[in-house]
């Protein structure tokens, strides 16, 4: 008798598609709980999320079995790309919006976490150090009130967030000598540490400015919100 086996798509497997599907049904909740409709950067943006998705099931899955790193680079490669979009319709179609920043800003956030796994298991777990500095950011926020004050959005913020990705992604890639990845990624992670830490030096010497000129019961912006501006200063500026 005659027997088909199904081959894995994309190199997926069971732990992929699991992983993949737990993503999608959790974007879904998290977007459409906050609006109903899509705008068309929010459709760009939305088209690099499903793209960091597939990134992130194929990275799950590559913890299981060897998966195909072309396609994780070139999967990744797309969704950076992408990122220099979604700024642009949203400036020409006069339709930026809070929510639009916050979600492209997510977007970039995970895929440089996902990256970051990736890249670890070859140069070392403290490459997650960079996938992990901006939620231990926003979750230093919860306990350290100043931390929620939002720094003013800096241009530079930007661009050490692209040189992440980029850096990533090419260590992930193999095709350079593994020295040369380690120095490119200590090199993008001290770039990090430095954008981060002069925001929160900023923060800690305005700290009590920032008790003053809150009313009372009126909680300052959350820390999240300084990439926001950072984001909406983008789609401003359509770049």
Same mark, same amino acid.
């Given at each position: 008798?005659?027997?088909?086996?199904?081959?894995?798509?994309?190199?997926?497997?069971?732990?992929?598609?699991? *992983?993949?599907? +737990?993503? #999608?049904? !959790?974007?879904? $909740? @998290?977007?459409?709980?906050?609006?109903? /409709?899509? =705008? %068309?950067?929010?459709?760009?943006?939305? *088209?690099?999320? +499903?793209? #960091?998705? !597939?990134?992130? $099931? @194929?990275?799950?899955?590559?913890?299981? /079995?060897? =998966? %195909?790193?072309?396609?994780?680079?070139?999967?990744?490669?797309?969704?950076?790309?992408?990122?220099?979009?979604?700024?642009?319709?949203?400036?020409?179609?006069?339709?930026?919006?809070?929510?639009?920043?916050?979600?492209?800003?997510?977007?970039?956030?995970?895929?440089?976490?996902?990256?970051?796994?990736?890249?670890?298991?070859?140069?070392?777990?403290?490459?997650?150090?960079?996938?992990?500095?901006?939620?231990?950011?926003?979750?230093?926020?919860?306990?350290?009130?100043?931390?929620?004050?939002?720094?003013?959005?800096?241009?530079?913020?930007?661009?050490?967030?692209?040189?992440?990705?980029?850096?990533?992604?090419?260590?992930?890639?193999?095709?350079?000598?593994?020295?040369?990845?380690?120095?490119?990624?200590?090199?993008?992670?001290?770039?990090?540490?430095?954008?981060?830490?002069?925001?929160?030096?900023?923060?800690?010497?305005?700290?009590?400015?920032?008790?003053?000129?809150?009313?009372?019961?009126?909680?300052?912006?959350?820390?999240?919100?300084?990439?926001?501006?950072?984001?909406?200063?983008?789609?401003?500026?359509?770049?």
């Amino acid at each position: 008798m005659l027997q088909v086996r199904s081959a894995p798509v994309l190199g997926l497997g069971v732990t992929g598609w699991i *992983t993949g599907g +737990l993503f #999608v049904m !959790a974007l879904c $909740a @998290l977007v459409f709980r906050k609006v109903e /409709r899509l =705008g %068309p950067a929010d459709r760009v943006t939305m *088209t690099r999320a +499903l793209l #960091v998705g !597939a990134v992130t $099931a @194929l990275i799950a899955e590559n913890f299981v /079995r060897p =998966g %195909p790193v072309a396609v994780i680079v070139a999967i990744a490669s797309v969704a950076l790309v992408l990122d220099l979009v979604d700024g642009r319709v949203a400036r020409r179609s006069g339709t930026a919006s809070e929510f639009g920043a916050r979600f492209d800003m997510e977007v970039d956030s995970f895929l440089i976490l996902a990256l970051s796994i990736y890249v670890s298991r070859s140069l070392g777990w403290w490459v997650l150090a960079i996938g992990a500095m901006r939620y231990t950011y926003v979750a230093a926020g919860w306990v350290f009130s100043w931390l929620r004050r939002p720094a003013p959005p800096r241009y530079w913020c930007k661009v050490v967030a692209a040189i992440q990705g980029i850096v990533l992604t090419v260590a992930a890639s193999g095709l350079l000598p593994w020295i040369v990845n380690l120095v490119a990624v200590a090199g993008a992670l001290a770039l990090l540490i430095e954008s981060f830490g002069r925001d929160v030096v900023w923060q800690w010497r305005h700290r009590d400015r920032g008790r003053r000129s809150a009313p009372a019961g009126v909680d300052v912006p959350g820390p999240a919100q300084r990439p926001v501006a950072v984001k909406q200063l983008r789609k401003a500026g359509g770049v």
